[in-house]
């Protein structure tokens, strides 16, 4: 491999934020599974594809159209996303549409009207959160609720392409995984209110402010938290798990504009709680599973 092949590799990859993978990978698999799947074909390929394809064409698109923005944001160029070289933006689309068409084509011809559609809804709102014109991540509120749908998306569609039923339970899971995505979303943006405004992007944290956007996303956990009890025993135990959340981004909750950089404490320790809510979540699910 060539030292320009490695570096675009390197980038295009790097570009998927790997980090998350399992952010949406996980959901679809355990609804898929919860939902009465079994372990075939359907799960095989939609695991595989939101764990790699999909965040290709999330992150991917968002880091070819947010350059500009990317270049004053100091938080780039880590685990936290790369600075995609202007040179990778045509290949890092390509690689994204052409990795994302034949999953989305076996899933389609594997499922159901309805999986289609839930399908199609989270395909659309990955594109709509970046691509010129659309861009509703520079739209306050929409944002956010645009990348919430990103995360609960892949869980709904494992659901559906399952023939699982929208029962209270798996209605009040999903809600409360929507205000948990909401509420890291908004808090995810206090971070880079200084660079956004520099590069001329709104976003929820840029309109409410940073100190404003840290309290909706408290409320937003603890919103959450209250949803999941709606999901009975033991499931409600998972109701507990919004309390770290919330302990460790109350530190910022007054905190000004222009220091919204010190934000990236909290946001990095957000990386870290979701590998431990995961497993804890795993358990929960585990138990639920025993008790049916």
């Known amino acids: 491999m060539s030292a320009t092949t490695a ?51 999330m992150y991917g698109l968002n880091d070819v159209f947010d350059y500009e923005s990317d270049l004053r944001n100091p938080r780039k160029g880590s685990i936290e996303g790369v600075v995609l ?10 690689a994204a549409v052409g990795s994302n068409l034949p999953f989305l084509l076996a899933l389609v011809l594997l499922g159901t009207p309805a999986s289609t559609a839930v399908l199609a809804v989270s395909v659309l709102a990955v ?75 709104a976003s929820i944290a840029t309109w409410l ?3 404003r956007t840290v309290r909706l996303a408290i409320g937003l956990y603890a919103a959450a938290g209250v949803a999941v009890l709606w999901t009975g025993w033991p499931g409600a135990l998972a109701a507990l798990l919004v309390v770290p959340y919330i302990a460790s981004i109350a530190p910022f909750r007054s905190v000004s504009d222009e220091q919204c950089e010190t934000a990236n404490v909290g946001w990095r320790r957000f990386l870290w709680l979701n590998i431990l809510t995961g497993f804890l979540v795993t358990q929960l699910l585990i138990a639920i599973a025993w008790t049916r």
């Open 7 to 57: 570096a675009a590799t390197r980038q295009v990859i790097g570009s998927s934020r790997p980090v998350s993978w399992i952010n949406t990978a996980y959901p679809f698999a355990a609804a898929y599974l919860l939902a009465g799947g079994s372990v075939d074909r359907a799960l095989v390929l939609g695991t595989l594809y939101f764990l790699v394809p999909y965040n290709l064409l």
């Open 85 to 94: 070289d202007r040179r990778w933006h045509r290949l890092t689309i390509w």
């Open 127 to 201: 594109i709509a959160y970046s691509a010129p014109v659309l861009r509703f991540k520079e739209r306050p509120f929409l944002d956010s609720l645009t990348s919430s749908t990103h995360f609960v998306s892949p869980a709904v569609f494992g659901l559906v392409l399952a023939g699982g039923e929208p029962t209270g339970t798996a209605l009040a899971a999903l809600g409360a995984f929507f205000l948990w995505g909401m509420a890291s979303h908004a808090f995810g943006a206090v971070q880079d209110v200084t660079a956004d405004r520099a590069g001329g992007i």
């Open 209 to 211: 402010g940073a100190a």
